[in-house]
């Protein structure tokens, strides 16, 4: 299964019109990628497993979907404030696949990360730890290097989603990714 998922994930992300997604700034056209991106695992998710993650913004201010993989990003969204997307579940601990802006040095940029909640608690809080997928500045972003990034984990996510148990992400992302924090 975790082969068929892959080809599936790379026609869906093949789908994506990336000469045509555009935006006033760098960081809008990246945010617009990332929720095409994202569209289009929640949709292969809800196809394949009959699950629908949860995200925010919720997926239809996001876009449209017009079927056959089909989505057009909500273009009355200003994707030039929007700090982060989320998609994520949970199956006795929440995970949650974010694309965050971000600065660092006063230098803007994107981040895809894993953030997995743990079995600590902090003054009764659930404490989250957040796994590297993909970091770079936002002019040199490369949606090829995004993609191939999460085209990595899918499989493994794919299967916590399927049997809805924690291990098979959780394994993945403390094996093979850097914590970066929580």
Same mark, same amino acid.
């Given at each position: 299964?975790?082969?068929?998922?892959?080809?599936?994930?790379?026609?869906?992300?093949?789908?994506?019109?990336?000469?045509?997604?555009?935006?006033?700034?760098?960081?809008?056209?990246?945010?617009?990628?990332?929720?095409?991106?994202?569209?289009?695992?929640?949709?292969?998710?809800?196809?394949?497993?009959?699950?629908?993650?949860?995200?925010?913004?919720?997926?239809?201010?996001?876009?449209?979907?017009?079927?056959?993989?089909?989505?057009?990003?909500?273009?009355?969204?200003?994707?030039?404030?929007?700090?982060?997307?989320?998609?994520?579940?949970?199956?006795?601990?929440?995970?949650?696949?974010?694309? @965050?802006?971000?600065?660092?040095?006063?230098?803007?940029?994107?981040?895809?990360?894993?953030?997995? @909640?743990?079995?600590?608690?902090?003054?009764?809080?659930?404490?989250?730890?957040?796994?590297?997928?993909?970091?770079?500045?936002?002019?040199?972003?490369?949606?090829?290097?995004?993609?191939?990034?999460?085209?990595?984990?899918?499989?493994?996510?794919?299967?916590?989603?399927?049997?809805?148990?924690?291990?098979?992400?959780?394994?993945?992302?403390?094996?093979?990714?850097?914590?970066?924090?929580?």
């Amino acid at each position: 299964m975790g082969d068929e998922i892959v080809r599936a994930f790379e026609a869906d992300i093949a789908s994506i019109p990336i000469a045509r997604v555009s935006g006033d700034d760098e960081g809008e056209r990246i945010m617009k990628l990332m929720a095409h991106m994202f569209l289009r695992v929640w949709t292969r998710f809800a196809v394949e497993t009959g699950q629908k993650l949860t995200m925010t913004p919720f997926q239809y201010s996001l876009g449209m979907y017009h079927g056959q993989m089909n989505w057009a990003v909500n273009e009355a969204l200003n994707f030039s404030e929007l700090p982060q997307i989320e998609l994520g579940a949970a199956y006795g601990r929440k995970h949650v696949l974010l694309a @965050e802006r971000y600065k660092a040095k006063e230098e803007p940029r994107i981040r895809l990360v894993f953030s997995l @909640e743990e079995d600590e608690e902090v003054k009764g809080n659930p404490v989250s730890v957040n796994y590297l997928l993909y970091d770079s500045s936002l002019k040199g972003f490369k949606f090829e290097s995004a993609r191939e990034a999460l085209k990595a984990a899918v499989p493994k996510w794919f299967e916590t989603v399927m049997t809805r148990t924690d291990a098979p992400l959780w394994g993945y992302c403390k094996d093979n990714l850097e914590c970066v924090g929580v």
